[in-house]
């Protein structure tokens, strides 16, 4: 049962269809309150392909793509760091798009 304080204020339990003590009114009972908790999914962290990004920097850097991944990796970690998700994500896509492109180039070249 849920406790109950009076202007003393110690605890008293009640049961839920209990008549209220002798000289004791429903005014003098405090307000009930509803606590409403936000429970947020454990989402995985975004993911910034930081290492893909260093290899492609130095290994296929077509265009200079490579750098640019590696630039926009930095950025994906930075915003992950400061709990910026939607940034993190942003960034990390366009590090991905920017290594599987400088991949694609560097395939092409190998082997024409």
Not at 48 to 65: E, K, P
Request: charged content about 15%; hydrophobic content about 45%.
């Amino acid at each position: 049962p849920p406790p109950v304080f009076t202007r003393l204020g110690m605890e008293q339990a009640l049961q839920p269809c209990e008549m209220l003590p002798a000289g004791m009114s429903a005014d003098e009972m405090p307000p009930s309150t509803t606590v409403q908790v936000q429970v947020e999914e454990k989402l995985p962290p975004p993911r910034d392909h930081l290492v893909w990004s260093l290899g492609t920097a130095l290994y296929g850097n077509m265009f200079c793509l490579g750098l640019l991944a590696f630039f926009f990796s930095v950025k994906s970690r930075d915003c992950k760091v400061l709990g910026d998700r939607n940034g993190a994500l942003s960034y990390g896509s366009t590090a991905k798009c920017l290594n599987i492109t400088a991949l694609v180039i560097h395939i092409l070249i190998a082997l024409l």
